[in-house]
């Protein structure tokens, strides 16, 4: 069986020179469970995923991700263990080729040159991306462009996802297309949305933030019904629940 969740422990994060982004944070994620992350802009989603990641080490509290504590000498091993997709593409791809840039996470991981083939047809093939390997990136579609961005990751083999605001930017088909993906994945998942109806239909649970803090933490069909914790939060309740 294996041990991977994400734990955090009284979690603060202050910018440097900034006010706190988040206070108090304590929650844990076990191995399978797909969770949404909900909040007004500003509230600390962005944040909590760098620190479930080891992008950011916190200024308060712990984080350990499968039992392991995120400190400055277990970084590596923890960016490897969860896979962070940015909320722009843009920013995880930067090489001439898709291909090219699923291939450079399994490269600096130094595996061997037949691995590494067989690590970037799996991840473009999970994604239904493969017909796009030789592209540049660029001119990609803003949905193709979301899929290459996730087989940057997936090839790394995280058992965590990590995903901000994964539906943002995306016309309505490539928005479907990313959900269907995400409910095929048997990974844990941590997703930043703001797109209720995709917490609804990927995540069992789900986590509300309001100004750095946890406002509540439970299964997404009851808190969607909670109107006063929806409001008071700045938060819609799904279409369908209206
Ligand atoms: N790099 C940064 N430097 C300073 N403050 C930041 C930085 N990134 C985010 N913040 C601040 O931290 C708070 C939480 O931001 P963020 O985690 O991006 O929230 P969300 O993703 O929910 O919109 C906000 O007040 C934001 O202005
Ligand atoms: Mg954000």
Redesign the pocket.
């Known amino acids: 069986m294996s041990h991977h969740y994400l734990q955090f422990d009284r979690v603060g994060y202050c910018?440097?020179?900034?006010?706190e982004?988040l206070h108090g944070v304590s929650l844990r994620i076990t191995h399978g469970e797909k969770v949404a992350l909900v909040?007004?802009?500003?509230?600390?989603?962005?944040?909590?995923l760098l620190l479930a990641a080891g992008l950011l080490l916190p200024t308060e509290g712990e984080v350990s991700v499968g039992g392991i504590g995120l400190t400055p000498r277990t970084l590596p091993i923890v960016r490897q263990t969860v896979g962070l997709v940015f909320q722009n593409p843009d920013h995880q791809l930067f090489m001439p080729t898709v291909e090219e840039d699923v291939a450079f996470g399994p490269a600096n991981m130094g595996l061997t040159p037949e691995e590494i083939e067989a690590r970037v047809t799996a991840a473009l093939e999970s994604v239904g991306a493969l017909h796009l390997r030789k592209e540049s990136p660029c001119r990609l579609s803003g949905g193709q462009k979301r899929s290459a961005a996730i087989a940057t990751v997936l090839a790394m083999e995280p058992s965590v996802l990590v995903l901000?605001e994964p539906t943002s930017d995306l016309d309505p088909r490539a928005r479907w297309q990313t959900l269907e993906l995400l409910k095929r994945f048997s990974h844990t998942m941590l997703v930043?949305t703001h797109d209720m109806e995709m917490a609804r239909e990927l995540c069992p649970r789900m986590i509300v933030?309001r100004d750095?803090e946890i406002a509540a933490d439970g299964a997404a069909e009851t808190l969607f019904r909670d109107t006063d914790l929806l409001d008071d939060c700045g938060l819609e309740p799904p279409c369908r629940m209206r």
């Open positions: 910018y440097p020179g900034g006010r982004a909040g007004a802009n500003g509230t600390g989603k962005s944040t909590l901000d930043a933030l750095g």
